[in-house]
């Protein structure tokens, strides 16, 4: 059992959650980083549903076909696209040698599913399992060599596919949220029984207006705007979601409408319980990394808790949520870089 990172500072915090209307670019925030080593090629695939899904596939421009590589997938914060902070993640690791695919969850993005936005932890899961398909296809992926990076909400999806999925050999989480947990109770457990049931209330007269042709609505997500009420957590999204730091709006879509879910289907993340049997995992490592000033750090800290060895928990001195997103000073490439080579091993020559 291994925990690291100590000290504690605000710095990080009040960056994040400062009021203003400008975007906040410090601690080498670089959301759109592009490098001159990597070579991107737009991918698309088939999920066990015959959806397509789709995807960005990284390579080293010196990669040697002739070798055996190691494979890591990446899984964007929830609500949000592969564009927005998967790709970042995703060209990092693939400098390091790794072959590496972002994602677009079901309903977002350019994958497929009706109607958009539209909020599905099963098939969410099982994107991840259908770029292991897709990778484990390829001559130059080694199959038994697969790991896979969920950011934000993602990396509960990538928990509860990990459970049924052993083909995902190392597994780890950035900035972590569960989105069964915080949908039920709220953070810190804000939200009462009673509240709850008035969130599903609503959810259901929604599906008697949609079901007669009425239009879809959408719910909670990034505010658009922001005001002198806006909370610190709104502010902290809207930073990175509203201003050109991070704002990404997918061909064919409408402005703005990232990270909001239809309201009819948000309630599907009340029955969703990724860390039941987290434990099951094991001997698969996990590695859980947080921001120690995140308001999300309790869900890292409540898998942690539940999953059994080897297990690893990471705290990122002064670092909020969002700042692992995309402050490329902060977010910790080279612990990452040494997880997957320790748990997936060195290139290799391909077997002919």
């Given at each position: 059992m291994k925990m690291i990172g100590i000290g504690l500072t605000t710095l990080g915090l009040v960056l994040s959650t400062t009021f203003a209307t400008a975007q906040n670019m410090s601690f080498g925030a670089n959301n759109f980083y592009r490098s001159d080593n990597v070579t991107i090629q737009p991918v698309t695939f088939q999920n066990q549903y015959e959806m397509t899904v789709a995807g960005n596939l990284f390579i080293h421009n010196h990669f040697n076909r002739s070798m055996h590589l190691p494979a890591i997938i990446v899984g964007h914060p929830m609500g949000a696209v592969k564009e927005q902070s998967a790709n970042l993640y995703a060209t990092k690791l693939a400098e390091q040698g790794f072959v590496t695919v972002s994602i677009d969850h079901s309903f977002w993005g350019g994958s497929e599913g009706k109607p958009r936005n539209a909020v599905s932890p099963e098939l969410y899961a099982e994107a991840f399992s259908a770029a292991v398909d897709y990778l484990g296809t390829k001559a130059f992926v080694d199959r038994e060599r697969i790991g896979a990076i969920g950011i934000c909400g993602s990396g509960s999806f990538v928990i509860s596919a990990a459970k049924i999925d052993p083909r995902i050999k190392a597994i780890a989480t950035s900035s972590m949220y569960d989105m069964g947990a915080v949908n039920r109770d709220g953070l810190e457990n804000s939200q009462s029984v009673e509240a709850r049931k008035e969130v599903i209330a609503q959810a259901a007269r929604q599906r008697w207006i949609e079901i007669k042709g009425g239009g879809i609505k959408y719910t909670g997500g990034t505010p658009n705007e922001l005001t002198p009420d806006t909370p610190a957590v709104?502010?902290?999204?809207?930073?990175?979601?509203?201003?050109?730091?991070?704002?990404?709006?997918?061909?064919?879509?409408?402005?703005?409408?990232?990270?909001?879910?239809?309201?009819?289907?948000?309630?599907?993340?009340?029955?969703?319980?990724?860390?039941?049997?987290?434990?099951?995992?094991?001997?698969?490592?996990?590695?859980?990394?947080?921001?120690?000033?995140?308001?999300?750090?309790?869900?890292?800290?409540?898998?942690?808790?539940?999953?059994?060895?080897?297990?690893?928990?990471?705290?990122?001195?002064?670092?909020?949520?969002?700042?692992l997103y995309d402050r490329v000073d902060l977010i910790p490439f080279n612990t990452l870089t040494q997880f997957f080579r320790t748990n997936l091993g060195e290139n290799k020559a391909r077997r002919t």
């Open positions: 709104g502010r902290e999204f809207f930073d990175f979601y509203r201003t050109r730091r991070g704002e990404f709006t997918p061909k064919g879509t409408t402005a703005n409408l990232t990270t909001h879910p239809t309201l009819s289907s948000n309630t599907k993340f009340m029955n969703f319980y990724p860390f039941n049997d987290i434990e099951t995992i094991s001997p698969r490592p996990l590695l859980f990394i947080s921001g120690d000033q995140a308001h999300s750090r309790e869900f890292s800290e409540d898998a942690y808790e539940r999953a059994a060895e080897p297990k690893e928990l990471v705290w990122i001195p002064g670092a909020g949520h969002v700042d």
